[in-house]
């Protein structure tokens, strides 16, 4: 009775905050447009002057003879987009990759085949890389579109990894999907494929593997079943958490995870399967990326080429060549995606089944995982980007027990798209990644955050300064979710719905949806697509576009352009300002108004109580003191045990500095300080040590008297405790090791006291190779 009490003041609450932010986002969202206007209008009263009628006739003679050549011209670009469509699909539809390549291993002839194809990237020419680097595998996303988006131009996720000198492999697919193919086929041919790359490099570390937006959780999934053959992980843009997205009352909400819910389920995906005879247009998917941004769909994006048709053309239609390439998906790999991920967001909850038994458990990553996010992402909002590990993990202290580091990079405002298409984020966030990924590796188990900040040197050129900071899981939640994720309870029922819906609709709509439907009949109508109709019905197959190429080659030899500062331009530029605001105003008020009727629907006392449910049971095992944790229990029952290894371990902890930005060059100097005395350091991989180290930052966090105290049962051993003293003595004689603070100074005293000895003058430092494992990147 308590239970249900709570959640109807839940729901209510629920109910009356999401009504009070549907009024203040209409409010903004006019007040939004308002704003636009006025600074148009502004910016046009600033540009205008009184003139003569004469000058004024001269202006706009000027101007239609520009805006009639650009016309031409603007619908020529078109027609040229329309050719590349044409020809795109010719060709079979080829990866976009900027590129040469080299097939290494095809899926399609794997027992279990698959679309799916590794390539080894061909370093340009003038560009050299060496086999013993760490190399990198990308797997771009199949969500309609076809791949090669991660290596679309030179400043590009490609480009910045082979610059420094890393062997590239990319994960490609192909059009069509394999007959019977599913997503766990890909995921064990990607397994293959990464195990390939591995053996291929014998000498280097674990290849590094980076996941863009679906690719994410590909990779996740990947390096969670083969965690021997992957290094560490870099999802961008990745949504591993699909029921977050709430970021503030005030703020835009992102409409794609209310999308689930407003369709009933999942039955969506099915039925259009069942009428493409089995497969999952890719084009739909596009459709819907594209109805996001109304404004950007229909005009700006058009305007802005029509503004700069002189010059856009080439970027236009390279980024057009890999929008209108649609891809298919087989109808059980979409139930699959919708079923497990969009609606029931089952990945992180270690609830996706493999095929060779057991669950997906994305704890068992033994690897550094990098994880890059955009607060101006409204596909992949930060939520569902950062949320899983909240999911996955009970606390911070979970993490570093099993020996995790997680990194989050966090973009002020680049889209979904520029998160892998930007040349400037490639050449700042991708290159700096590359860069830093030995020292991340380096890194004691925790969360931390990466900054990454510009510099100017005195030459002009543009640098960059990296520091890591260490975070609270249960902070970054709190401050990136509103309603403490009290919003996600309604997505409860929206699986519970979706799973009767699907039921339903499999035995009484499905069959008579397939009985007049097949795959002559789906592929004689996907031209018809609005998607590619646009596209091939203003190509030279239309023949009443017959005069414009010659006419738009007279309008080239013969053009006169206006300045921007014209006058009509002005004019013009305001007009366009009023089209996109007015589209960005039906957006925002279509936008609050899904959210509304979402929790109408599904913000009610039965979904929370559904919800409350599944808390309270989890709660019936939850553990309020954090020294009750098996994790946190265990590492203190082994206080006085591990050796030399742990006594290295808690000396850094007992050390370190806490609660400030550690900057990259710091961690730099304490890399080479490790190099310089090897061989007083434990020589283990890195993810044995990091497990060591996380349980000794537990020890010393809970127990920080005894855990200093037990130094000299660590050290019982004499010739233990002589390596560990000459190594101290190095430590605090090294004049290229940073500069100690009073605390640290003061700790390692305490150190030297329960060992009953006093610091002696410095020793000699002996230098040896590192272990691939340790130091190659």
């Not at 905050?17 to 203040?24: E, G």
């Not at 890194?443 to 990454?452: E, H, S, T």
Request: hydrophobic share 40%; proline share 6%.
């Amino acid at each position: 009775m308590k239970e249900n009490i709570l959640s109807m003041v839940d729901s209510v609450e629920l109910t009356n905050r999401i009504s009070n932010i549907y009024r203040k986002r209409t409010e903004k969202a006019q007040e939004r447009f308002s704003t636009r206007m006025r600074e148009a209008i502004k910016n046009y009263d600033s540009q205008s002057h009184v003139k003569s009628p004469w000058e004024v006739w001269g202006d706009w003679l000027q101007f239609a003879t520009d805006a009639s050549q650009r016309s031409i011209l603007f619908w020529d670009i078109l027609r040229e987009r329309g050719n590349v469509f044409v020809e795109h699909e010719r060709e079979g539809k080829p990866p976009v990759l900027h590129f040469d390549y080299e097939i290494v291993a095809d899926g399609r002839g794997f027992k279990r085949p698959v679309n799916y194809a590794l390539v080894r990237i061909i370093p340009p020419e003038g560009v050299k890389v060496d086999a013993k680097r760490r190399p990198y595998v990308i797997i771009d996303p199949r969500a309609g579109h076809g791949p090669g988006i991660g290596g679309f131009k030179d400043d590009s996720q490609v480009g910045v990894a082979l610059e420094d000198g890393h062997p590239v492999y990319f994960v490609i697919f192909f059009p069509e999907p394999e007959p019977g193919q599913t997503l766990l086929d890909v995921c064990n041919a990607e397994r293959k494929f990464i195990h390939e790359v591995h053996e291929r490099h014998p000498d280097s570390a674990a290849p590094v593997v980076v996941g863009n937006c679906q690719g994410g959780w590909a990779a996740m999934m990947l390096a969670s079943s083969a965690p021997e053959d992957t290094g560490p992980i870099v999802i961008n843009g990745a949504p591993m958490s699909y029921w977050g997205g709430a970021w503030s009352d005030d703020e835009g909400d992102n409409p794609m995870r209310y999308t689930g819910g407003l369709m009933g389920g999942s039955w969506g995906a099915s039925f259009a399967s069942d009428l493409g005879g089995g497969k999952f247009d890719g084009a739909d998917l596009v459709q819907n990326f594209e109805n996001l941004n109304p404004a950007n769909t229909f005009w700006d994006k058009y305007y802005n080429l029509f503004t700069k048709v002189d010059t856009e053309r080439e970027r236009f239609l390279e980024f057009e060549r890999w929008w209108g390439g649609f891809y298919m998906l087989n109808q059980s790999e979409m139930e699959w995606i919708v079923q497990n991920l969009f609606v029931g967001n089952k990945l992180a909850a270690g609830g996706v089944q493999q095929s060779q038994g057991g669950y997906f458990d994305l704890r068992s990553i033994r690897s550094p995982i990098i994880v890059f996010a955009s607060m101006g992402d409204n596909i992949t909002p930060p939520q569902q980007a950062f949320n899983w590990i909240a999911d996955l993990y009970g606390s911070t202290e979970e993490i570093k027990a099993r020996g995790q580091v997680i990194v989050g990079l966090l973009h002020e405002e680049v889209g979904h798209l520029g998160i892998f298409v930007s040349g400037g984020v490639a050449r700042k966030e991708h290159k700096q990644i590359v860069s830093v990924l030995k020292t991340i590796e380096a890194l004691p188990p925790g969360l931390w955050g990466m900054d990454i900040h510009e510099t100017k040197g005195k030459d002009g050129h543009t640098g960059y300064d990296v520091s890591f900071e260490e975070h609270k899981l249960e902070d970054i939640v709190k401050q990136m979710n509103r309603f403490h994720r009290e919003d996600e309870k309604a997505f409860e029922a929206v699986s519970a719905i979706a799973s009767f819906n699907q039921q339903a609709y499999d035995l009484f709509v499905s069959p008579l949806v397939r009985a007049f439907s097949n795959e002559s009949i789906a592929e004689a109508m996907r031209p018809f697509h609005p998607m590619r109709m646009q596209r091939w019905a203003i190509s030279d197959l239309n023949p009443a576009l017959w005069w414009l190429k010659p006419v738009a080659e007279m309008v080239k030899n013969a053009r006169q352009p206006v300045a921007d500062s014209h006058p009509a331009r002005q004019a013009g530029e305001l007009l366009s300002e009023e089209v996109s605001a007015s589209l960005d105003l039906y957006r925002d008020l279509r936008d609050a108004t899904s959210e509304a009727m979402f929790f109408a629907v599904y913000g009610n006392i039965f979904s929370f109580h559904m919800a409350d449910q599944r808390e309270a049971e989890a709660q019936a095992t939850a553990i309020e003191d954090p020294r009750d944790l098996p994790w946190v229990m265990e590492a203190l029952l082994n206080i006085d045990k591990g050796g030399y290894h742990a006594a290295i371990a808690r000396t850094a902890v007992l050390v370190k500095r806490k609660g400030v930005p550690i900057p990259l060059s710091r961690i730099e100097l304490k890399d080479s300080f490790v190099e310089r005395n090897a061989d007083l350091l434990p020589d283990m991989p890195w993810n044995e040590w990091r497990l060591i180290r996380g349980r000794q930052d537990l020890i010393v966090q809970f127990e920080p008297e005894r855990a200093l105290e037990a130094m000299s049962t660590l050290l019982s051993d004499e010739g233990d405790r002589t390596r560990y003293l000459t190594l101290l003595e190095r430590l605090v004689s090294d004049p290229d090791f940073p500069g100690l603070e009073k605390k640290q100074t003061e700790m390692l005293e305490r150190i030297f006291e329960v060992l009953g000895e006093k610091p002696k003058g410095p020793a000699p430092v002996k230098k040896r190779a590192r272990r691939a494992t340790r130091t190659r990147a």
